[in-house]
Nanobody, 113 residues
Framework: QVQLVESGGGLVQPGGSLRLSCIAS????????MGWYRQTPGKERELVATSVGIGISSYADSVKGRFTIIRDNVKSTVSLQMNNLKPEDTAVYYC???????WGQGTQVTVSS
């Protein structure tokens, strides 16, 4: 059974930082593409960042230079370091495995003063 458990969301002021983490089980993590998506009410879930392997990642244009996806194949974790957060980054963030095949429960990130 595949499980993805996220943590680390919360409220932060504009310009601040947050780190989201996702622990995966039930999959061969080291060969699995992992990603972070986000969704706001009334909008489709959008891709934020993906990692297909150590040091191999891609980002949405809106987060390039501010967000970093980090995977640890030993601990089966994938994290999203978010810096210089903006109000438009407010969303529920989801960890995903194998593209959109498996999802975590989501964690709320709110950027507001």
């Amino acid at each position: 059974q595949v499980q993805l458990v996220e943590s680390g969301g919360g409220l932060v002021q504009p310009g601040g930082s947050l780190r989201l983490s996702c622990i995966a089980s039930g999959i061969p993590f080291e060969i699995t593409t992992m990603g972070w998506y986000r969704q706001t009410p009334g909008k489709e879930r959008e891709l934020v960042a993906t990692s297909v392997g150590i040091g191999i990642s891609s980002y949405a244009d809106s987060v390039k230079g501010r967000f970093t996806i980090i995977r640890d194949n030993v601990k089966s974790t994938v994290s999203l370091q978010m810096n210089n957060l903006k109000p438009e980054d407010t969303a529920v963030y989801y960890c995903a495995a194998r593209g959109r095949e498996y999802w975590g429960q989501g964690t709320q990130v709110t950027v507001s003063s």
